[in-house]
T-cell receptor
Framework: GENVEQHPSTLSVQEGDSAVIKCTYS??????FPWYKQELGKRPQLIID?????GEKKDQRIAVTLNKTAKHFSLHITETQPEDSAVYFC???????????FGAGTILRVKS | DTAVSQTPKYLVTQMGNDKSIKCEQN?????MYWYKQDSKKFLKIMFS???????INETVPNRFSPKSPDKAHLNLHINSLELGDSAVYFC???????????FGSGTRLTVV
């Protein structure tokens, strides 16, 4: 079945620096890759997503890149702010089984 | 108007009891899910229903029984609760294809 690996598990950056979180997936049939942000005590919320026919997508300070050949996708946050501190999850949509498979999450801490 | 709503938000109960968590979505999505998030924040899928039909049943003890009376509702009943069942349980829903996968606010279950 699909397996999604996410690195690093924790990431500390200084306010204003960039943060990069990387994921790899195993199922070449996966075609949709969302990223979720979960603040303490709250639900995971979709922040950006990318489909397999696109290599990069940007929304203000966040961007996602996808390398289908290598089965890698990454989240990039620029000019980090304290409110970016949260747990971030990558995920891959697997058509067979009709489910999102999540990475283990990355705890991002932005120090001011 | 909350898109995916869960009740209760908090549940504290003794070992051996039976409890239910309810979930409702008003997004018109075809598929609903239950996830368990443990203390390490990992989001593990438990069940998935598509139009009231069970399509995913991961390795979950049979003390957990989902019920979907219609495609807008997915409830989770847990028998003979154990300490290890303590976690946050998230309901989610999605249309076909996974785009717009939306989580409920979660139910924090504590078994004492």
């Amino acid at each position: 079945g699909e397996n999604v690996e996410q690195h690093p598990s924790t990431l500390s950056v200084q306010e204003g620096d960039s943060a990069v979180i990387k994921c790899t997936y195993s199922d070449s049939a996966s075609n949709y890759f969302p990223w979720y942000k979960q603040e303490l005590g709250k639900r995971p919320q979709l922040i950006i997503d990318i489909r397999s026919n696109v290599g990069e997508k940007k929304d203000q300070r966040i961007a996602v890149t996808l390398n289908k050949t290598a089965k890698h996708f990454s989240l990039h946050i620029t000019e980090t702010q304290p409110e970016d501190s949260a747990v971030y999850f990558c995920a891959a949509w697997r058509e067979y089984g009709n489910k999102l498979v999540f990475g283990a999450g990355t705890i991002l801490r932005v120090k001011s | 108007d909350t898109a995916v709503s869960q009740t209760p938000k908090y549940l504290v109960t003794q070992m051996g009891n039976d409890k239910s968590i309810k979930c409702e979505q008003n997004l018109g999505h075809d598929t609903m899910y239950w996830y368990k998030q443990d203390s390490k924040k990992f989001l593990k899928i438990m069940f998935s229903y598509n139009n009231k039909e069970l399509i995913i049943n991961e390795t979950v003890p049979n003390r957990f029984s989902p019920k979907s009376p219609d495609k807008a509702h997915l409830n989770l009943h847990i028998n003979s609760l154990e300490l290890g069942d303590s976690a946050v349980y998230f309901c989610a829903s999605s249309p076909t294809g996974g785009y717009g996968y939306t989580f409920g606010s979660g139910t924090r279950l504590t078994v004492v």
